[in-house]
């Protein structure tokens, strides 16, 4: 500020011929940041200008005729520090969403900054005030005040837009993440099950063999069962702890499919995009649809255009296709990568299987299809695969209740 106004201060026009009134641009600036910073204190800030401008032009009087003229610039000094004193005491910085307000209050701040500077220039250089320089002062300080709002405006509005930006993209992060919890919950949930009915079976065979008198069989089959009871016990308190660790987002766990859709396909193009992939995404979205449960439905869609990205080589297309038929709604995910082999496709939707290996050989869990399917079975739907080959590429086709996916009540 104290470098930016004195140089523009010297952009100056005098709009009477002959007479000592003459206009800069520096008050557009100095008006300007004020506004837009956030830190700076007005007063502060009317104080430092005010001496920066009356320094650097008495300097530059030096410089330019070899004298100090100390009575004719020092009065400037009082029109920054009237302007930003009443900046401060009008608490102009917090009226932002008043626009029309902010432009008024500019625009007498600075004619009573300029009255006080030509106040002070008549009883030190005798410098004449008259009607006219009073009108032209008003006429400059609108268009001045309002130049400014508009710039400010311009400036709040494209910041507004890029918060929004940014909330987008934390809100699809969020929800990318909730969804992989989803995933992690439900195989978490699968687990316990699991260990579960291992514990009564081991109960089971431990009361047989301790019915045919084998005591050391017995105690080892109940020491497991007791262990698998642990282990289901912990699997639900990490459970309860996602849980609460979801419940802490507030997210709505229902959301328009075509906001689903978005999301997953605007992560997805980013991880194609990582990949080193050009992927063409269309959506298809045809029917009437209520909100949908987010977290599920994006954990399944995310899962199968992940596999279509992973599938393509270099440059393809992925197509999403929407319908809602009567009581299910129908998912569509159609690429045109290297399809699945003929051997392969009795084994995909099996726990553990999978074609994927990383560049150190180590292979993918294999539960993407697998979690899909339970989950779309939980919700008594259905997956198939449609086709699959070099030729065509893959589509897989999800079918679920639209019941099972709506709000309760």
């Not at 859709?261 to 992560?267: C, L, M, Q, R, Y």
Request: net charge positive.
């Amino acid at each position: 500020m104290i470098i930016a106004v004195p140089i523009t201060g010297e952009l100056k026009f005098y709009p009477l011929s002959g007479a000592d009134l003459r206009f800069s641009m520096s008050t557009t600036v100095f008006f300007f940041i004020l506004l837009w910073s956030r830190k700076i204190h007005p007063v502060l800030a009317g104080f430092l200008t005010g001496s920066a401008v009356v320094c650097f032009r008495i300097i530059l009087d030096k410089v330019q005729v070899g004298s100090f003229d100390f009575p004719n610039h020092f009065p400037v000094f009082f029109y920054y520090m009237v302007f930003g004193m009443f900046f401060h005491i009008l608490k102009v910085k917090k009226l932002y969403h008043q626009p029309l307000l902010i432009g008024l209050l500019g625009m007498v701040l600075e004619i009573m900054g300029n009255f006080t500077e030509m106040t002070i220039r008549h009883f030190t250089i005798d410098m004449k005030m008259t009607t006219s320089s009073f009108l032209i002062i008003v006429g400059v300080a609108i268009i001045r005040s309002f130049f400014v709002l508009g710039f400010f405006n311009t400036i709040l509005v494209w910041e507004t837009r890029l918060a929004e930006e940014q909330q987008r993209k934390r809100t699809e992060e969020i929800l990318l993440l909730v969804s992989n919890l989803y995933v992690e919950m439900f195989q978490l949930e699968k687990s316990a099950k699991d260990a579960e009915n291992l514990t009564s079976t081991c109960y089971a065979i431990y009361r047989d063999l301790k019915a045919l008198n084998n005591p050391n069989q017995a105690q080892a089959i109940l020491k497991i069962a007791g262990e698998l009871h642990e282990i289901k016990k912990d699997n639900q308190r990490i459970y309860a702890g996602l849980s609460k660790l979801m419940a802490k987002e507030k997210l709505d766990d229902f959301m328009n499919i075509r906001e689903i859709i978005s999301v997953a396909t605007i992560s997805n193009k980013n991880y194609s995009e990582l990949l080193g992939k050009t992927i063409d995404f269309q959506v298809r979205i045809s029917g009437e649809h209520p909100e949908y449960r987010t977290f599920i439905l994006l954990s399944l869609i995310n899962n199968l255009i992940a596999n279509a990205v992973e599938a393509i080589h270099q440059e393809g297309q992925i197509v999403v296709t929407v319908k809602r038929v009567q009581d299910l709604v129908k998912i569509t995910i159609k690429d045109n990568g290297n399809g699945i082999s003929e051997k392969n496709k009795v084994y995909i939707f099996e726990p553990g299987f999978t074609t994927k290996f990383d560049q150190a050989g180590i292979a993918s869990n294999g539960i993407g299809l697998s979690y899909t399917k339970n989950v779309i079975e939980n919700l008594d739907g259905n997956i198939h695969l449609i086709e699959s080959s070099k030729e065509k590429g893959t589509t897989f086709e999800i079918q679920l209740p639209v019941l099972k996916l709506m709000k309760k009540g």
